[in-house]
């Protein structure tokens, strides 16, 4: 998708002119720290969330493994873990790598006819220790849309302490 101007010039005047490092204490970092933070607390705002829950990362792959992974290695015991068979592979190749070594027990959702992660799987798959349902909004090949709100609302029936991480 094509960036906004706006938001090309914001981040090429960054790079040419905020590129100090926020955590120095000199003079041009400080102030490099101080539009970080004026950033992250008008994004935090615009979500309805506060600024200390907003993580910047390089990019979607380091998002999701950082979500993914700080759940389940935070979680004491082996959890439950639940995702779809046509996951981006920043999602589906961690979920395998927990699998395969001994640290989740995975379930695989299906597809609908649209080609979209099964609610019906999904509400089968549910159990109440599960931690953690992933699931993207939208495919990146086949365009399906997952009906986030079902998802949501079923999860939040059947395994009430689940969290949600969704690539979008």
Not at 22 to 46: D, F, G, Q
Not at 90 to 103: D, I, P, T
Request: glycine share 8%; with cysteine.
């Amino acid at each position: 998708t094509r960036v906004l101007d706006e938001a090309a010039e914001a981040a090429s005047s960054a790079m040419r002119e905020g590129f100090y490092n926020p955590a120095a204490a000199y003079k041009s970092a400080v102030r490099t720290e101080k539009t970080v933070n004026e950033c992250r607390k008008r994004l935090a705002a615009a979500m309805g969330r506060e600024a200390d829950e907003i993580v910047y990362t390089s990019g979607g792959t380091e998002s999701n493994n950082t979500a993914i992974l700080s759940t389940v290695f935070g979680y004491r015991g082996k959890p439950h873990i639940i995702t779809s068979m046509i996951e981006h592979p920043s999602v589906y190749n961690v979920f395998q790598m927990l699998e395969a070594k001994g640290l989740a027990d995975v379930t695989y959702i299906g597809t609908d006819a649209g080609g979209a992660p099964s609610m019906e799987e999904l509400k089968s798959a549910l159990r109440p220790d599960t931690l953690l349902v992933s699931l993207m909004h939208v495919n990146n090949e086949t365009g399906a849309i997952t009906d986030l709100q079902t998802a949501s609302m079923l999860v939040r029936r059947n395994s009430p302490s689940a969290l949600i991480h969704v690539d979008g």
